[in-house]
């Protein structure tokens, strides 16, 4: 069984073909990097304007690469997310979702985003199976949430201000270093000294699961206004240090509270080495997807899109995307 998968959600425009549950047959992004990049971030209008143009030509690249002559006959459901994200964005990937849907006849299915960025982790690993931990790290979300079963999703704590990747990116604007962020502050900060600059971890001696992210950046740029001779990949270095800090402080606590010993970490900030390190060395068993996978992709959407199906989910033609939709 096919399933078409398509993210639209804010400037990557995606497109996968994945068969069964995990056998992903190719997945395309087209990214609008150099779109926004000039404006250091996101700009909504122009996102939904490239998603226009892009969809068709990387859908029609994707059917041509997998040899789909016949997709009404070989495809078999379409998966599409629905929120949260930019609301002209999500309209262009729900729009072609229905349309195809209708014209090929098959059956649709709404993904949330977050649930998405879930079952990257699940496409790579076949041992992963709820009950599990999952942290959720985006450039809109820093959430922990237990997978009770697929589809039953309990918060466990969330930010209380920025998001992480947020906050990567604001730094990274501010220290002049581009967009997005993540990736340049990850670069910047090759060769570091993480001790180099005193950052408080933020959170950490809350006996809550809750996160905040926005002293941590006023600190950063504080620091750098305050002393001007401060090597950049020190200062970069700290800052990712204290800011990986706080997560993996979280998590343990998530896995003390929960007695879950299972953690799947996703979304952008999953990408990020320093990260990845730090959850190696720890007493419960972390996974984390392939890095490709991290950033907003269509294989994920499908994934979650082919998981709903066999759940009995269905959506209908009349549905209208949410920008805010949440996931618990
Ligand atoms: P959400 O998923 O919350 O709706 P989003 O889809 O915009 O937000 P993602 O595409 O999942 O976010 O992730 C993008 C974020 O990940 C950006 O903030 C980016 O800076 C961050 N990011 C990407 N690579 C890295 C990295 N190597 N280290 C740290 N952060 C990273
Ligand atoms: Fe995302």
Redesign the pocket.
């Known amino acids: 069984m096919l399933t078409l998968g398509i993210e639209t959600?804010?400037?990557?425009t995606s497109v996968a073909l994945l068969e069964g549950a995990r056998h992903l047959r190719r997945f395309l992004v087209a990214s609008q990097l150099e779109d926004h990049e000039a404006f250091g971030g996101?700009v909504p209008e122009l996102a939904s304007r490239k998603h226009l143009e892009n969809f068709l030509p990387l859908l029609s690249r994707l059917l041509t690469e997998c040899e789909i002559k016949n997709p009404s006959r070989e495809i078999h459901l379409i998966a599409v997310t629905d929120g949260?994200?930019l609301m002209g964005s999500l309209l262009i990937g729900t729009t072609a979702a229905k349309a195809l849907a209708q014209v090929w006849e098959v059956p649709l299915i709404t993904v949330n985003?977050?649930e998405g960025?879930i079952f990257a982790n699940y496409l790579a690993h076949d041992d992963l199976f709820p009950p599990f931990i999952t942290l959720?790290?985006?450039?809109?979300?820093t959430e922990l949430i237990l997978v009770r079963s697929f589809g039953d999703y309990v918060l466990l704590g969330a930010t209380r201000d920025d998001?992480?990747?947020?906050a990567?990116?604001k730094i990274?604007r501010l220290l002049g270093l581009g967009?997005?962020?993540?990736?340049?502050?990850?670069k910047a900060a090759r060769g570091g000294d993480p001790a180099a600059v005193a950052l408080p971890v933020p959170m950490a001696d809350s006996p809550d699961i809750e996160f905040s992210f926005s002293g941590l950046k006023t600190a950063v740029i504080w620091a750098s206004k305050r002393n001007p001779y401060l090597r950049l990949e020190d200062l970069c270095a700290s800052f990712?240090h204290a800011a990986t800090e706080a997560l993996v402080c979280k998590v343990e606590l998530a896995v003390r509270k929960t007695g879950i010993r299972k953690v799947a970490v996703s979304?952008?900030?999953a990408?990020?080495?320093e990260?990845r390190r730090k959850m190696k060395g720890v007493p419960w068993k972390t996974y984390f997807p392939p890095i490709e996978l991290?950033?907003?992709n269509g294989a994920m959407i499908a994934a979650a899109g082919y998981n709903a199906y066999k759940r009995g989910e269905r959506a209908s033609l009349s549905f209208m995307p949410d920008p805010s939709k949440s996931l618990v």
């Open positions: 959600s804010c400037d990557d996101v949260p994200g985003h977050l960025h959720i790290v985006s450039g809109g979300h998001a992480i990747g947020e990567f990116d990274a967009y997005p962020g993540g990736p340049a502050i990850e990712q979304g952008g900030v990408a990020n080495l990260l991290c950033t907003d």
